[in-house]
């Protein structure tokens, strides 16, 4: 049975297929110690390597939500602090976070070694929806729920429109953001241009994923 190199690649490192594809144009990787075809079929007995390391196959796709808690790190070099590999046992430490949420961010994180899975919930084109729960260092002017709903918040890398409703009545602290766009702090740095600390930033749902009541910060699910 073949598979063709690009998949075999996105299925064994979860890498996209674009981006295996760009490994591939840039030489970095064999195929039995030599440059491959294109669009070359990988067979059971080839030996892949990308970037000197082998591509083992890998025979499913695997994919877990964990529910993050603050004060991890969204990495596997920690610097000295604390991964979510910490949380993790070993038989799932191989999968890569799909996005990012920040040291101070909690709630839910998909984790996968499908490279298509990856590339469909990140890549603007797909417009997935993330929703959160925010806590606002003081109460949200009307004025500036309506600029940042209606109008945007001009931020250094372009226009920042995000979709606000209480999560409770009365209550300007405490705020679900719904958002199309993943930019690095971008919730944060909304509010932050406005005067406003995020207290606290909890995600909630990720494209068709949403994040069980009863799943404890730390545990993890097989989706």
């Not at 920690?78 to 191989?94: F, N």
């Not at 209606?150 to 429109?161: A, K, P, R, V």
Request: aromatic share 6%; proline share 5%.
């Amino acid at each position: 049975m073949s598979v063709r190199l690009n998949k075999y690649i996105a299925q064994s490192t979860g890498l996209s297929r674009r981006t295996a594809d760009t490994a591939i144009e840039d030489g970095r990787v064999l195929v039995n110690g030599q440059a491959p075809q294109a669009g070359q079929q990988i067979q059971e007995a080839d030996r892949v390597t990308l970037d000197g390391k082998p591509v083992e196959p890998t025979t499913s796709t695997q994919t877990i939500l964990l529910n993050k808690p603050v004060g991890y790190i969204v990495s596997r070099t920690g610097q000295g602090g604390r991964t979510i590999y910490d949380l993790l046992p070993a038989p799932v430490r191989h999968l890569k976070p799909v996005g990012r949420l920040d040291k101070n961010s909690s709630g839910l994180l998909l984790l996968t070694n499908d490279g298509d899975l990856a590339a469909e919930l990140t890549h603007p084109k797909f417009q997935k929806v993330k929703i959160y729960e925010i806590s606002l260092s003081k109460p949200l002017a009307p004025l500036h729920r309506q600029m940042i709903s209606d109008f945007g918040i001009s931020l250094e890398d372009g226009l920042s429109q995000l979709g606000l409703e209480r999560l409770q009545d009365g209550d300007e602290l405490r705020w679900r953001v719904t958002m199309h766009e993943g930019r690095n702090r971008q919730i944060r740095r909304t509010f932050q241009a406005l005067g406003y600390e995020v207290k606290r930033l909890h995600r909630t749902h990720f494209g068709n994923y949403n994040l069980p009541n009863d799943l404890e910060f730390g545990r993890y699910i097989t989706l």
